[in-house]
């Protein structure tokens, strides 16, 4: 299904989520090709979600191509975004299902500052920022379709730590950009790759029932994001059975460095709190059970 046919199924959304929240919000939401389905919401600053096909995630997609827990979406607070405008990431949680962009590349990670389309499977997945929408939204479908802003596609696999990875035209609001990125990791990239102490920008210990692990962290390991969790694909050996197989993930947006829980089966803790995604700007200690836990400590 093409984006703009898509478009057709969800646009009086749109229109009604631009009329009742915020620039800074990201309206997020699900088309299934085979017309059954049309799952919306919309995500406030500093907020995430889990695409999959988990009951804990925020959209569930009833398909045996579909990961349990498949896609995690962050929106960076206005704090870390640029121009007033706001700053979406989107991460494949390393599924190695084929998800393609509107401009038909495949990608694992991207990161855009206006609306990106993307398709997995028999499904359409929209993320559409309100502030680039028309304060009054077009009666017709095509003319709301036309009021987009018009996508750049770029691609940036190289390291960095992700702040400056788009154009300075990013501030047009007639052309937002849509930017490729690494995919997330898990263990074996972590373990081939570990920082230098001289690179090194945090530390992460992760300390199960029976073993205890400790990594220097770089920062393009916090560009991909880290997975956590007992899956081959994540760090977490020794993790306790009550952990989820994908966990956790901590990652960097707008320069910023965050835990977001991946739609785990019991949650993840700061204390006796819960959170779904919390900001990790100093040392931290987060809970993933009742006796697996991990400890963040930023070098500087």
């Known amino acids: 299904m093409s984006a703009p046919i898509a ?10 989520a631009r009329a009742e929240h915020s620039d800074q919000h990201v309206f997020l939401t699900l088309v299934d090709s085979g017309g059954e389905a049309n799952r919306s919401m919309v995500l406030a600053p500093g907020e995430s979600a889990i695409v999959g096909r988990h009951k804990k995630c925020d959209i569930k997609l009833h398909h045996g191509n579909v990961a349990l827990r498949h896609l995690a979406v962050h929106i960076a607070r206005p704090s870390q975004s640029a121009g007033n405008r706001a700053l979406l990431r989107v991460w494949d949680l390393h599924t ?34 309100l502030g680039q929408l028309p304060e009054s939204m077009p009666l017709s479908t095509k003319d709301a379709w036309a009021s987009l802003p018009q996508r750049e596609f770029l691609s940036s696999l ?24 690494p995919s997330s990791i ?42 956590i969790g007992r899956y081959r694909r994540c760090v977490g050996s020794g993790l306790d059975a009550t952990v989820s197989r994908v966990h956790l993930m901590i990652a960097t947006i707008g320069g910023k460095t965050v835990a977001i829980d991946t739609a785990s089966t019991i949650g ?8 779904q995604t ?11 059970s009742q006796y697996s836990y991990l400890v963040w400590r930023p070098s500087r």
């Open 7 to 16: 478009f057709l199924r969800y646009v009086r959304e749109l229109a009604t």
């Open 96 to 129: 190695g299902k084929t998800l393609t962009c509107e401009d038909g590349t495949e990608v694992e990670a991207l990161e855009a500052d206006g609306p990106v389309f993307l398709s997995l499977g028999r499904y359409h997945l929209a993320m559409i920022p």
């Open 158 to 181: 190289a390291h960095g730590t992700g702040t400056a990875l788009l154009p300075e035209r990013r501030f047009d609001m007639n052309t937002s950009s849509v930017t490729r990125m």
């Open 186 to 227: 898990g263990l074996q990239a972590l373990e081939s790759s570990q920082a230098d102490p001289v690179d090194t920008v945090a530390t992460l210990v992760v300390q199960g029932t029976d073993k205890r692990r400790e990594f220097n962290i770089g920062a393009h390991h916090l560009e991909r994001g880290i997975l």
């Open 268 to 275: 993840s803790r700061l204390g006796s709190e819960r959170f």
């Open 278 to 288: 919390t900001c990790l700007s100093g040392p931290k200690k987060v809970w993933l």
